[in-house]
Every structure is written in C-alpha cells, then in structure tokens.
Antibody, heavy 117, light 107 residues
Framework: QVQLQESGPGLVKPSQTLSLTCAVS??????????WTWIRQDPGKGLEWIGH???????SYNPSLKSRVLISLDTAQNQISLKLTSVTAADTAVYYC?????????WGQGTLVTVSS | DIQMTQSPSTLSASVGDRVTITCRAS??????LAWYQQKPGKAPTLLIS???SLQGGVPSRFSGSGSGTEFTLTISSLQPDDFATYYC?????????FGQGTKLDFK
C-alpha cells in the first residue's frame, strides 16, 4: 500500500518560496502510470488541484499558479517536491501530496502552510 | 477551466436515509469523474472513479451514475460513519477541478 508523507515549513513569509517534500513509501515513484500530484485546500474551503508530474516526464500545472509552481521528482529519495514562489496570504492552505491516474488513489495526510510575516 | 457545481451544499439526513448528491460539469467530461469523502482534519478518500466504479473496500451502499455533464452519488442507507463532506472531481481536462463540496450532517 502506497503511503505519502508531506514535510516542510509550516510558516512562510510573504514573497518567499514555499517548499514542500513528500516521501513515498510502499511503492516506487518510477513505477506504474501514476501522476504525482499536489492539491491544496483553503482552511474550511474546497480543493484546488495545483498540478502533477509523472516519471515519464508528463507535467501539467493549474494555469492560475503556473508561473509560480514547480513539481519535481527525486527518484533517488523516492520523493516528490513542490515549490511555489512569491507567496501571499492567499497561498495559506493545507497542502496534500497525492498519486493517481487522474483520480487520486493515494493521499498524504496534508500539511498546513501559513503565509504570514 | 471546467466548473463543477455540486448540489446541495449542505444536506441534513438521518441514519437509514437514502441520499443523493448531484454534480454538474460546465462542459461534457464523458465519465471522467471521481467522488471523494472527507472527514474533518483528514485527507479525502476515493470512493468512486470513472463515474460509477466503486473502489475496493468502499461499502456497496455507495453508488455513482451519470455521464456527460450530470452525475450523482447515492448512499442507499446512511450509516453513522457516512456523515462527512463529499467532493466530485473531473479529470477529463486540465486543470482538473473539484466541486465545492456537499456537507452531509445529522438532521
């Protein structure tokens, strides 16, 4: 059973870069047809798909974030990473890493990132 | 972007009730629709993919139907564990998008 665990700073200052990593266990990020995905959720609100990438190199981002986001894979560490630049308070959310083939089979527990000075 | 609109936003029901949640897409998405359940403080969990395909381990009281632009999630007989928020998601076109959620609470 694939498990995912996010980690990273819980507090980021405005204009800085939000960086999160996601450790994958129980399976390799290089196997299967999975897309490795980041999704966020405003506290008390809905879900926003940030983007995904695959081991084969297929990557897609939400146009609302595309100019600021990078999702990459570290195959040596079996990890997924997220970088979001120039953050503002509007980027405060619970960030989930996830995996699936369009729909999401696997979810991390989520990590709250607050953007505040 | 494809907009996903769920109705109702909140649904009050009792144990044993049959409930239906609707999800409408702003354009046709064939059957590329998933349903998730989310409980407070937890990540969503996948219930149904491809509009009607029940995931392993999900109770058979859950069912999904629809194609094109209109979809439904039905719970045939509500159990206490089912009171949660439900989301639909389309994965036909980028960016993938979610409905705003339907909160199912006790009447």
């Amino acid at each position: 059973q694939v498990q995912l665990q996010e980690s990273g700073p819980g507090l980021v200052k405005p204009s800085q870069t939000l960086s999160l990593t996601c450790a994958v266990s129980g399976g390799s990020i290089t196997s299967g047809a999975n897309f490795w995905t980041w999704i966020r959720q405003d506290p008390g609100k809905g879900l926003e798909w940030i983007g995904h990438t695959s081991y084969s190199g297929k990557t897609s981002y939400n146009p609302s974030l595309k100019s600021r986001v990078l999702i990459s894979l570290d195959t040596a560490q079996n990890q997924i990473s997220l970088k979001l630049t120039s953050v503002t308070a509007a980027d405060t959310a619970v960030y989930y890493c996830a995996g699936g083939v369009g729909f999401i089979d696997y979810w991390g527990q989520g990590t709250l990132v607050t953007v505040s000075s | 972007d494809i907009q996903m609109t769920q109705s109702p936003s909140t649904l009050s029901a009792s144990v044993g009730d049959r409930v239906t949640i609707t999800c409408r897409a702003s354009q046709r998405i064939s059957s590329w629709l998933a349903w998730y359940q989310q409980k407070p403080g937890k990540a969503p969990t996948l219930l149904i993919s491809r509009a009607s395909s029940l995931q392993g381990g999900v109770p058979s009281r859950f069912s999904g139907s629809g194609s094109g632009t209109e979809f439904t999630l039905t719970i045939s007989s509500l159990q206490p564990d089912d009171f949660a928020t439900y989301y639909c998601q389309q994965y036909d076109n980028y960016p993938y998008t979610f409905g705003q959620g339907t909160k199912l609470d006790f009447k």
